[in-house]
């Protein structure tokens, strides 16, 4: 974008439009910050609803429809569902209306999130059970129409928890099912509109935090890209912008790092000199490197962290004696540093190690760390078209763990697992069945589909390995190669409710984790 006026060829700017690019006194005077001069709008979350159809209920959904809600839903489902008679699809008792609705990350285009499908009050739909979103369009909360923005779209099968179940079933999930369509950046907005702060900040945190991180696009608004090393640390790389100084000699810089070093090493506001230390870089990292020696523990944990998120790797042995230590109350946010901040391989061989913990919660935090660094050490296949099933055979511990949010996927720890003889496990509903008398060699999976007692049960046998029983479960039923496997197709959700019954009546001998649900509320 050019600004006219900033060129010296433009010989006809005003002597009152040239006051703008003066220099302000509030710039010009040494320590002043970001956060004095403008503030930063970014949210975490942008709420997103619309109405949209499930298929696939045998039997248990409804043909209510409000007309204008139908004429809405004709204008889309062709999209999704090709050669369909919509208003037969949509009468169909297989076929139900619902409200979608989520709160869509601003972390950039395509990434994933949870979305919330309910059935209007007035539907007599009785169960969104084993239900299927084909696709639908996500727009602002409180928006409807075809003539408003899309900012989302959602599709995929309907999660109801089994493993904790309110007995609701008119209302349930789709698991990382909606995909954001655009780029959401933060906005610097200047209290005072004036393009010399405006370029200043974008020089500022340019020279700070890397070549793509600032532009400035009017006299009141600076672009902000979150840079890659604080990915997933929106929030605090926010917090070290407030704090950045637009402005300090040589002079003002080293008195105010002694300052802040002193105050990270007294009684004070050590949270906040951290952050403010960190705004300042790199010429932090020689005062600092005195304090790792400090007989004060939290001190040397906090400079220690400060140079790791600086580059420098000095303090690294301090994070790790601490995230080694079962009777360290710091271990988790030892391991959050040297997750976020440390360089690739000495982060991967902490998390590696952690694995063989002791403590459930610090194994699962190193097992996501890992995930997020796509290390070798686990491995993942997808089941059928619903989630993923993943080993990671150096942990000691067994453990399952399944997620309820986010990317539906089961993770083995401590395999390979195997099940006990002289198993007999069924599901809630009696629709799934996993059989193993005593002296069978093989264990026998059956399914019925519920509601269709035209279909007969099918029944397929594979082995006492956990993975083994999960890809039964799980995978298609057709077979599209001599190597692939063929399963049941059993939706997630009664899979790890399975899973869950297995481990609780002592089938398989090891502990289950659950993650959490999808936190989903619209304001």
Do not use: W
Not at 88 to 112: C, H, Q, R, W, Y
């Amino acid at each position: 974008m050019t600004v006219a006026g900033c060129n010296e060829s433009d010989k006809d700017v005003t002597t009152a439009s040239r006051r703008q690019f003066e220099k302000p006194a509030s710039v010009t005077e040494s320590g002043t910050t970001i956060g004095q001069v403008a503030g930063i709008f970014s949210p975490d979350y942008i709420p997103v609803q619309n109405y949209a159809i499930i298929g696939g209920l045998a039997g248990t959904g409804s043909a209510d429809c409000p007309p204008n809600i139908r004429d809405y839903l004709k204008q889309y489902i062709l999209r999704y569902i090709p050669s369909t008679d919509i208003d037969k699809f949509i009468n169909s008792p297989d076929t139900s209306i619902v409200i979608a609705e989520g709160l869509m990350p601003t972390t950039g285009k395509d990434a994933l999130f949870d979305v919330r499908v309910a059935v209007p009050g007035a539907a007599q739909t009785r169960s969104l059970e084993h239900g299927q979103l084909y696709g639908a369009e996500l727009r602002a909360a409180g928006s409807f129409g075809l003539t408003t923005k899309v900012l989302a779209r959602v599709e995929g099968p309907i999660y109801i928890d089994k493993i904790e179940p309110t007995g609701e079933k008119r209302v349930g999930y789709i698991l990382g099912g909606g995909r954001a369509l655009d780029d959401y950046r933060m906005m610097i907005s200047l209290r005072q509109p004036d393009y010399f702060v405006a370029s200043a900040i974008r020089n500022k945190l340019i020279e700070r935090f890397g070549q793509n991180t600032a532009k400035a696009i009017s006299a009141g608004q600076v672009e902000m890209t979150l840079p890659a090393q604080y990915a997933g640390r929106k929030q605090h790389f926010i917090n070290i912008v407030k704090v950045t100084y637009l402005s300090l000699s040589s002079q003002d810089r080293q008195k105010k790092i002694d300052e802040l070093i002193s105050s990270l090493a007294g009684p004070g506001d050590r949270a906040g000199a951290e952050i403010a230390i960190e705004a300042i870089g790199k010429d932090a990292l020689g005062p600092l490197e005195k304090l790792l020696s400090s007989d004060d523990a939290d001190t040397r944990f906090r400079v220690a962290r400060i140079m790791l998120n600086l580059g420098s790797d000095m303090g690294l042995d301090i994070l790790r004696v601490v995230a080694f230590d079962p009777a360290s109350n710091r271990r988790m946010e030892a391991l959050e540093a040297i997750g976020n901040s440390g360089k690739r391989g000495d982060a991967i061989a902490v998390c590696r190690r952690l694995l063989r913990d002791n403590d459930v919660a610090i194994i699962l935090a190193a097992y996501e760390h890992l995930k997020k660094m796509d290390d070798l050490s686990i491995s993942d296949e997808p089941i059928g078209r619903c989630f993923y099933l993943e080993n990671i055979s150096l942990a000691e511990e067994k453990l399952v763990f399944v997620s309820r949010s986010a990317q539906p996927r089961i993770a083995l720890f401590g395999g390979p697992l195997f099940c006990r003889a002289n198993m007999f496990i069924q599901s809630e509903d009696g629709s799934i069945t996993l059989n193993a008398p005593q002296g069978q060699e093989r264990v026998t999976v059956i399914r019925k589909i519920p509601g269709r007692p035209d279909i007969p049960p099918v029944s397929l046998n594979c082995s006492y390995e956990l993975s083994d029983i999960i890809r039964t479960l799980g995978d298609e039923p057709t077979r599209r190669s001599p190597t692939d496997s063929v399963g049941l197709a059993v939706p997630y959700s009664d899979i790890i409710a399975l899973l869950n019954q297995m481990v609780q009546k002592g089938a398989i001998d090891c502990q289950f984790r659950a993650g959490p649900m999808p936190q989903i509320a619209l304001k």
